[in-house]
């Protein structure tokens, strides 16, 4: 998609400050953080949503949800971590390239 933002931070036509990636995602620090930790995970391939997943997908969600953990880790959250997807303009979702949503810290504010 040559519209799409993310995939102009995976082209590396956008900068984006990477904390992570691998042949399947990359992983970067939101421009606008809702807590002191705020990354954003999402496939290399353009997927616009939770809409779009297919069966032959399902390891990339496997890849991605098994590394929240791990990222939240490196990060320090010790204590734990939030996860949202938004899908869809009802979702909240304003840019349409599947991303997961981890956050976490100290300022992290409860529902
Ligand atoms: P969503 O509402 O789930 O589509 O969230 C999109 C997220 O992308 C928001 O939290 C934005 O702050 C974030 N965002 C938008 N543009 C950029 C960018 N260039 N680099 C990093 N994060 C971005
Ligand atoms: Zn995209």
Redesign the pocket.
């Known amino acids: 998609m040559s519209d799409c933002?993310f995939c102009k931070?995976i082209a590396g036509e956008?900068p984006?400050?990477k904390v992570y990636e691998d042949e399947r995602v990359v992983v970067?620090?939101?421009?606008?953080p809702?807590a002191r930790v705020?990354l954003?995970v999402i496939p290399r391939i353009h997927l616009a949503s939770l809409e779009d997943l297919e069966p032959e997908h399902d390891e990339l969600v496997g890849h991605m949800i098994r590394l929240l953990p791990k990222l939240a880790r490196e990060q320090g959250l010790e204590q734990g971590f939030r996860t949202?997807?938004?899908t869809g303009k009802g979702g909240?979702?304003?840019?349409?390239h599947l991303?997961i949503?981890l956050l976490g810290g100290p300022d992290l504010r409860g529902f």
């Not at 970067?28 to 606008?32: G, L």
């Not at 909240?92 to 349409?96: H, L, W």
């Open positions: 933002l931070i956008v984006a400050d970067f620090k939101d421009i606008n809702k705020h954003l949202i997807i938004n909240g979702q304003i840019i349409f991303h949503h």
